[in-house]
DNA sequence: AACACTTATATCAAATCGATATATATCGGG
DNA sequence: CCCGATATATATCGATTTGATATAAGTGTT
């Protein structure tokens, strides 16, 4: 599943620009895959030269010409064959974590940092989410909201309980280092 | 933070040859971020010349000559510099969410079946997880052990727990196609 | 004997990331 | 009323990463 394919799917929800697209990947898909404009407006425009969406132009005074896509038939059976294929599996990548593989090297301030930085970027991400997960319109949305706040909120509960096991490590780090 | 930097980290632990060290990236950073031989080779030989790895040839009859990477004083300085700044945000990707967001378009039976493999391959996960747990040797990796188990069995109870959220929209979808 | 897995290198096209460029409108605070 | 921040809207571009492929031989299993 790359870009392309949920462009295809976020246009099933109704025609958008490549801006709107943008701001549906954050919107709906930001916990789960985001997408930039330098991987987008290639994806559209290979979508349309495949036929799989169509595009009209807005003139707009003032501002560059609004690109309107819509999906097609095609597109919207190229979607769902899509759709069939077994998911590849989730991937994670945390650079916190790694940063905390290498806490023997690092000094226990440091590593203490930045652990409270993570666990304060997840709190604040699950304060977001709470307050957008009501607000959904659909029960998928929903689910994916609650899977969110889930997940963090036992990744902050396990790091409370077990972050002495790193800050021991970069403490025995630092005394080997002297 | 980018292979590069994490090429020097693990040569922090010490010696290796690209193969090694994609094993452990493998081994034990698989959980947080994974490379392949694609972008550790490149990254070797980048670090090379930029002298923060040096890099000496052992010849093997009947198998390529194995290289073997050290790292080196302006390494150790510039992976230590590196980990001074902050760590980008945690990504997480899943393509099979991503497919759930678009359940009302598939068939019921399909999203049953995405849901129970993803639980599945969770499951097996902490299992393999679990088992490496114990016998790794440093505290911070035995963290990082706990943390995947910790994480994955709160997604695991709370898509249980939900996901007739989904499998509900999957059915209104199936009705209104009628 | 056949087959799969491990060791060991490396490249390459395609996809993606992250930053940057361009231009205007709008909206709130000082 | 002006200033700066945010929103609208396009797009490109270098660097990095992904995922597949190629080569070649030893090792282990049934």
Redesign the interface.
Known sequence: ?DVKT?CL?LL?FGDATGYEIKKAFQD??S????AGYGSIYPALNKLTTEGLVSCRTMAQSKRPDKKIYSITLDGQIA??KE??R?????????????????????PAS?VSK?ID??IK?YEDNIEVLSGECDMKQ???????C??GI??K???I???QD??H??E??ALLGEQAAE
Chains 1, 2 share one sequence.
């Open positions: 599943m949920l799917g099933t709906r898909l916990m789960l895959y985001d979607f769902l759709m069939e077994a998911p590849a599996s989730d991937k994670f990548r945390s650079e916190t974590l790694a940063t905390l593989m290498f806490a023997h090297l690092l440091h930045v930085d993570l970027s659909s029960l998928s949305e929903k689910f994916l609650g899977y889930a997940v909120k036992s990744a509960q396990y790091m077990n972050r096991l790193i021991a490590e």
